[in-house]
C-alpha cells in the first residue's frame, strides 16, 4: 500500500506563482489534514476535510485553499505565493473524525517561495 | 489557547540505556495523546497513542499518561543509534470546535550515541 501519496515532492516558485499541492491516500479513510512544518514552530493544522464534502479552516488557513475533490484527494491551494509560506508541507489522513483517531502522514512536499 | 510543551533538547543518551521523553499540556479536556518519531528531512511516523492514565506498552516503547498532572511521556528501552530523531508529542480534544484535531509539540531531538 502506498498510503498517502504527495506530489509533488519539492517546488520552487516565484512570489505572486499559483500552485496546488496533491495529495491521495488510499487507506479509504474518511478525514484528511494538511499541515505545514516550519524550523522551531512544529507542525500547524491549515485546513481539514472531516469526510467528504466538508472542509474547516485549522490554525493558519490565510492564503491558502483546499478542495476535497473526492473521498481519496484533498489538494491545497496557494494563489499568491509569498516568501512566508516557504515551508514543508505535510498532507495526512486518519479513518474517521474523531479525538481517537491516529493520523497517517504522508512523505511532504518542500516548497520555496522566492 | 492549547498548548503542548515539550523540552527541545538534544537529549543525548548512550546505546543500551532508557530515554525519556516527556510532554506538558495546558487544556485538561485533553483525551487522546500520541507520539510520532520523525528522522530528519522526513515524515511524521506514528510510534504510540494512548488514551487512559497509566502505562502502554510495545516492544521496547512505553508510553505514560497522568492526565491528572497533564503529562504524557515516551520511555525508549535498550535506546539504539537508529533511535536518533526527533519525537513529536500530539494531543487531542474530544469536545467544541476543536474536536479531532491534533496539536503537536515542537519536537524533542534524541541522539542515542554507540
Known amino acids: 500500500n502506498a498510503g498517502v501519496t504527495q506530489t509533488p515532492k519539492f517546488q520552487v516558485l516565484k512570489t505572486g506563482q499559483s500552485m496546488t499541492l496533491q495529495c491521495a491516500q488510499d487507506?479509504?479513510?474518511?478525514?484528511m489534514y494538511w499541515y505545514r512544518q516550519d524550523p522551531g514552530m512544529g507542525l500547524r493544522l491549515i485546513y481539514y476535510?472531516?469526510?467528504?464534502?466538508?472542509?474547516d479552516k485549522g490554525e493558519v488557513p490565510n492564503g491558502y485553499n483546499v478542495s476535497r475533490l473526492n473521498k481519496r484527494e484533498f489538494s491545497l491551494r496557494l494563489e499568491s505565493a509569498a516568501p512566508s509560506q516557504t515551508s514543508v508541507y505535510f498532507c495526512?489522513?486518519?479513518?474517521?473524525?474523531?479525538?481517537?483517531?491516529?493520523?497517517?502522514f504522508g512523505d511532504g512536499t518542500r516548497l520555496s517561495i522566492l | 489557547q492549547k498548548e503542548v510543551e515539550q523540552n527541545s533538547g538534544p537529549l543525548s543518551v548512550p546505546e543500551g540505556a532508557i530515554a525519556s521523553l516527556n510532554c506538558t499540556y495546558s487544556?485538561?479536556?485533553?483525551?487522546?495523546f500520541f507520539w510520532y518519531r520523525q528522522y530528519s528531512g522526513k515524515s511524521p511516523e506514528l510510534i504510540m497513542f494512548?488514551?487512559?492514565?497509566g502505562d502502554k506498552e510495545d516492544g521496547r516503547f512505553t508510553a505514560q499518561l497522568n492526565k491528572a498532572s497533564q503529562y504524557v511521556s515516551l520511555l525508549i528501552r535498550d535506546s539504539q543509534p537508529s533511535d536518533s530523531a526527533t519525537y513529536l508529542c500530539?494531543?487531542?480534544?474530544?469536545?467544541?470546535?476543536?474536536?479531532?484535531?491534533?496539536?503537536f509539540g515542537r519536537g524533542t531531538q534524541l541522539t542515542v550515541w554507540p
Open positions: 500530539a494531543v487531542s480534544f474530544d469536545r467544541g470546535s476543536t474536536l479531532g484535531r491534533l496539536y
Open positions: 487544556d485538561r479536556g485533553s483525551q487522546s
Open positions: 487507506m479509504n479513510h474518511n478525514s
Open positions: 476535510s472531516a469526510s467528504e464534502g466538508t472542509t
Open positions: 495526512a489522513s486518519s479513518p474517521t473524525w474523531g479525538s481517537n483517531q491516529p493520523q497517517h
Open positions: 494512548i488514551y487512559s492514565n
